[in-house]
């Protein structure tokens, strides 16, 4: 799996867009972002994924670089409840091979959200 | 729709004792996955249940061994505990393989 680099944490204020980057420059052509966040002492909360079109649902905006390279989450109107770890995963699309299903989970980023 | 329930939540066994963690599935979800998360780290991956066998498995030692039954739900156990075992295990379901995990709260286990 392609490995993921993200800052180790970010402030944002309450009301306003929290825009969270993570670098995959190994990515392959078939491999997935995803983004989870966990709430301390909770169990990790799919966020959203995508392969290289921008993504939108009701919780977040994913934006993915032409060059697949990296991308943004970006929750847009950041409360005090989205204070969490958030991880950008990169993972294959397929499954078979050694890969399987697995989620790689690295550091993260803490994201502090203040009134 | 219920989500994914894990039991028990909390757990506390002794050094070289056996321990059994149970996870049932969301509905209509045919795989299992299981974590471990050491205080401070990520979710690391343990193994995979589709369809009742084990599909893919980290780098865990076998003392760790799992189960998957017909309706889908799943056991993790640890045989012959030890103290660096101590952590949140966290079980994730997902329709198939290879398409987005939910997972449950989570047990947190404490080995003396």
């Known amino acids: 799996d392609a490995k993921t680099t993200q800052p180790t944490s970010m402030d944002c204020a309450e009301g306003r867009a929290a825009n969270l980057p993570c670098n995959h420059s190994?990515?392959?052509?078939?491999?997935?972002v995803y983004w989870y966040r966990q709430i301390h002492s909770q169990g990790p909360q799919y966020i959203i994924h995508g392969l290289k079109n921008n993504e939108t649902n009701e919780m977040a905006s994913l934006i993915i670089t032409e060059d697949r390279k990296s991308s943004t989450l970006i929750l847009p109107h950041a409360t005090l409840r989205d204070t969490a770890v958030y991880y950008c995963i990169v993972r294959v699309a397929e499954s078979g091979g050694t890969s399987y299903g697995k989620l790689t989970f690295g550091q993260g980023t803490i994201l502090t959200v203040h009134p | 729709e219920t989500g994914v329930t894990q039991s028990p939540t909390h757990l506390i066994k002794t050094r070289g004792q056996q321990v059994t963690l149970r996870c049932s599935s969301q509905s209509g979800h045919n795989t299992v996955s299981w974590y471990q998360q050491a205080l401070g780290q990520g979710p690391q991956f343990i193994f995979q249940?589709?369809?009742?066998?084990?599909?893919g498995r980290g780098n865990f030692p076998p003392r760790f061994s799992g189960l998957q039954f017909p309706n889908y739900s799943s056991e993790l156990n640890v045989n012959a505990l030890e103290l660096d075992d101590s952590a949140l295990y966290l079980c994730?379901?997902?329709?198939?393989?290879?398409?987005?995990?939910?997972f449950g709260q989570g047990t947190r286990l404490t080995v003396v």
């Open positions: 190994t990515i392959s052509g078939n491999e997935y």
């Open positions: 249940y589709y369809r009742e066998e084990e599909n």
């Open positions: 994730a379901s997902s329709v198939q393989v290879n398409t987005e995990a939910f």
